[in-house]
């Protein structure tokens, strides 16, 4: 894993793996899950889906 940030305080960090490689992280002790990136957007001003 390239660990790109960390949050100290929450106990938590952000990075980037392969996907096939998303298993290994689970399995490492002390990490109590692993999520991976979502994305969300928000419709145009004038698009017909609101």
Known sequence: MTVTSTQPVL???????????????EAVGGVSSVDRERTAGVARP????Q
């Open 11 to 25: 106990g938590t960090l952000s990075g980037t793996v392969p996907e096939d490689r998303i298993g290994a992280l």
């Open 46 to 49: 004038d698009s017909p889906i």
